[in-house]
C-alpha cells in the first residue's frame, strides 16, 4: 500500500476511535473555557487555543492517547480486506484457533451440566449483602470448589501447538534438518542473535542496566508525562520507586473518576450477578498464586480484579486484534438460536489454569484496586492475550516456542541433541515459564525488570530469549542428566536468577 496512503488511513482510524473518547470532550471543553481568556484573539484563535492546550497538558494527554492507540490498533486495511485477515492473516491458524475455542467452550458447557451449575444467575438479596460487607477480604471465604476443575491447563495447550501444521508447506524442502528436531513445525520466521541484538542493543553488556548498576540512569522522564520518552526508557529498566508511574504512563492507564466509575460498576455487577467462571477464578488463585510465597497476601486483590475483569466488556475491543474470537453461550437454552446468543464470559476471556498469575506481579506496584485494575487490563489487551492464542504475530506464543528452539537448536545444539536422546524436548520443560511469562517462577524483583523489558521493546519476544538463556546457563548439568525427571530437578528453582546478567551474556556473549 501506498506510503501516503497508508498513513492517512491511520490518522483516519485514530480520529475516529478519539472521538467519541472522555479525552475528546475533555479537551473540547478546555478550548471552549480558554476562550474567555484575555491573551486569547479573535485574528489569532487557532494558534492560541492550541498554544493553551500546549502549555496545560492537555497536547501531551493527547500524545499519550494517540501512542496508545499505535500500539493497539489494527494496521490500516485495504478496504476489500475482510476482517478476520487483519485478526490472523493465516487461514490454518484461524481455522486451528477457532477448533480450539469450540474445545474450550464445550469443557465449560460440560462443566456446567455435569453439575448443575448455571452459567449466570442474579444473587439473592442476602448473598449480594454478604459480599459487599466482605469485598476486600474476601480470601477468607473457603467456599466448596472440589467440583470444579480448571477449563484447561497450558500443557493441553501445548499440545495443540504441537500439532499445528501448515498444509501448503512442504516440511521436505527445509534445508536445515534442525527444524525436525523440535517439536513447533509451522514456518514462522523468528529473530536469531545478530538480528536479537541489532534489535536489543540498549541490552549490551557496556550498557549501564537497572537492577545491575542502580546509581545509572535515572532521570525526570516521569515529570515529563511522555508514554514514548518513558517507553524507551524502560529499556534499560524501571527504578523501583518509579516503576508504578512508568508503566502506568507507558500503557496510558489513567486513574482518573470515570475509570474508577467504571471499576464501581464492574464490581456492582460482580456483587449483583454470580457467574460460574467466578468459581474458576477462585479455584485458580486458590491453586496459584494462594501457594506462592511471593504472592499470597494478595489473594483478595486477585478475586477483587479478576471478578471485575470477567465482567468487563471493554475488553471485547482487543479482539479486533486478536486471532481469537469471543465465546458464545445461549440464554434460555435456546442453543443454535443467534438471536439469544450473548458473550461468556461478558469479557469474553475463559480463564485457564495459571491465569491469576498475570496479575499478581501487578500487586506489588499498585495498591488501588482501580489503578491496578487499569494497569492490568491494559498489559493483557497489550501483550498477555497473545500466550494463550493461536497465530503467527511475532509475540505469539507459537513464535516464542518456535524462537526458543531455534535459538537452543543453532548456540546450543549439543544440549539440544542430548535432551532429545534421553527422551526430554526443552520445550515440554520451558513452555509453562513463557505461557506465564515467567510470573511465579522467578522472584518478583527479577520477574519486574523482565516485565520492564517487555513494555520498553513493546514485545514478548524477551521471554524466549530468557528461557534458552536459563538452559544456556544450566546447560553443564543438564548435559549430565539422563531422565525427564532429573532435568525436570535441575530447572526446578529459578527463584535465585539474575535476569539481565542471562540475558546479556546470552545475546551478546554468546559464539556466533
Known sequence: MDEGIELSLTIAQI??????????????????????????????????????????????????????????????????????????????????????????????????????????????????????????????????????????????FLEVLIGLRNPNHDSSEDISVRSHWGLIQVPLNVRDIPHLREAYSELNLTSGQMGIDDHALIHPVVMEE??????????????????????????????????????????????????????????????????????????????????????????????????????????????????????????GVIPFHGFSMYVAPLCFLYNEPSKLYNVFREMYIRYFFRLHSISSHASGILSLCLQFERLLQTHLPQLFYHLRQIGVQPLRLAFKWMVRAFSGYLSTDQLLLLWDRILGYDSLEVVAVLAAAVFAFRAENLMEVTSLASAEAVLADLSTLKVMPLIQVFLFATAM
Open 15 to 156: 480520529i475516529q476511535r478519539l472521538r467519541g473518547s472522555h479525552l475528546h470532550s475533555q479537551i473540547e471543553r478546555q478550548a471552549k473555557e480558554c476562550l474567555h481568556q484575555p491573551d486569547v484573539k479573535l485574528e489569532s484563535l487557532k494558534e492560541d487555543v492550541r498554544s493553551f492546550l500546549k502549555t496545560s497538558g492537555w497536547e501531551r494527554k493527547l500524545q499519550n492517547a494517540v501512542y496508545r492507540e499505535l500500539h493497539i490498533q489494527l494496521p490500516p486495511r485495504h478496504p476489500p480486506a475482510p476482517p478476520e485477515h487483519l485478526k490472523e492473516p493465516l487461514v490454518y491458524m484461524r481455522k486451528a484457533q477457532a477448533s480450539w475455542e469450540k474445545r474450550v467452550l464445550k469443557s465449560l458447557n460440560s462443566m456446567s451440566t455435569e453439575l448443575g451449575v448455571p452459567l449466570a444467575h442474579m444473587r439473592p438479596a442476602a448473598e449480594q449483602k454478604e459480599l459487599t460487607n466482605k469485598w476486600n477480604e474476601m480470601g477468607t471465604d473457603e467456599p466448596d470448589l472440589s467440583r470444579f476443575r480448571p477449563v484447561y491447563a497450558p500443557k493441553d
Open 226 to 347: 511522555d508514554s514514548a520518552a518513558a517507553q524507551q526508557y524502560s529499556r534499560q529498566g524501571c527504578p523501583t520507586g518509579l516503576r508504578a508511574d512508568l508503566w502506568a504512563l507507558i500503557l496510558n492507564a489513567t486513574n482518573q473518576p470515570q475509570d474508577v466509575m467504571h471499576y464501581e460498576q464492574l464490581k456492582a455487577g460482580v456483587i449483583q450477578h454470580n457467574l460460574l467462571v467466578d468459581n474458576l477464578i477462585y479455584k485458580d488463585v486458590k491453586l496459584t498464586a494462594s501457594n506462592d510465597d511471593y504472592y499470597f497476601v494478595f489473594e483478595d486483590f486477585l478475586y477483587q480484579v479478576l471478578l471485575c475483569f470477567s465482567r468487563d466488556t471493554a475488553v471485547l475491543e482487543h479482539f479486533k486484534y486478536n486471532s481469537a474470537t469471543p465465546p458464545k453461550s445461549y440464554i434460555q437454552g435456546k442453543v443454535g438460536d443467534e438471536e439469544c446468543a450473548v458473550v461468556y464470559p461478558p469479557n
